[in-house]
């Protein structure tokens, strides 16, 4: 399931104890596929460092992720420079609902995602958490839309009427 990430860095629960703290910096291709997950023209710098630590009813991810991206203005589509940042913090929950039992769902957002197999995707959190920090309507400040002017008569019967013109014209 990991090939279809564009980063992946799993840590085992059983591996957290007090706590655990890793430093996360991607090499170049790894930068270049996260690029293009995210559509994105460059990936020049992006690193996080992250803390999971025992918390009440589950465990804490949190940390700090810093990036040099390039995005595209959405209107003129020329590269948009982007400084990313960003502190985050996410709640983490094991549940083993038996299969008996009916599973609540919740639309909270405090909600603490749900840890599965013993095992938490480091790489993915970073990913997503550059994902959330992106403008995604990114616009160059001096960048203006200018709306196109209307055609005039549109309808088909204006065509056919242009059509009948010329072909006056044509004969005159």
């Known amino acids: 399931m990991t090939q279809n990430l564009p980063y992946s860095e799993p840590l085992r629960m059983n591996q957290v104890g007090v706590g655990v703290t890793r430093h996360l910096a991607p090499d170049e291709l790894t930068r270049a596929r996260i690029a293009r997950a995210l559509d994105l023209q460059a990936l020049d710098r992006f690193t ?7 918390s009440t009813g589950g465990w804490r991810l949190s940390g700090a992720i810093s990036a040099h991206a390039v995005q595209s203005c959405g209107l003129t589509l020329e590269p948009l420079p982007v400084e990313v940042n960003e502190r985050f913090s996410v709640g983490l929950a094991e549940t083993a609902p038996d299969e008996t039992s009916e599973i609540e ?5 405090d909600a603490p995602d749900v840890i599965e197999d013993g095992r938490i995707d480091l790489g993915q959190y970073a990913v997503e958490q550059l994902a959330l920090s992106l403008d995604p309507f990114p616009r160059k400040p001096d960048a203006v839309f200018v709306q196109p002017e209307e055609p005039g008569d549109i309808s088909p019967f204006a065509v056919l009427k242009g059509v009948r013109d010329r072909n006056d014209l044509g004969q005159g």
Do not use: K, Q, S, Y
């Open 48 to 54: 996080a460092d992250v803390t999971v630590e025992p």
């Open 105 to 109: 769902v919740l639309m909270d957002e």
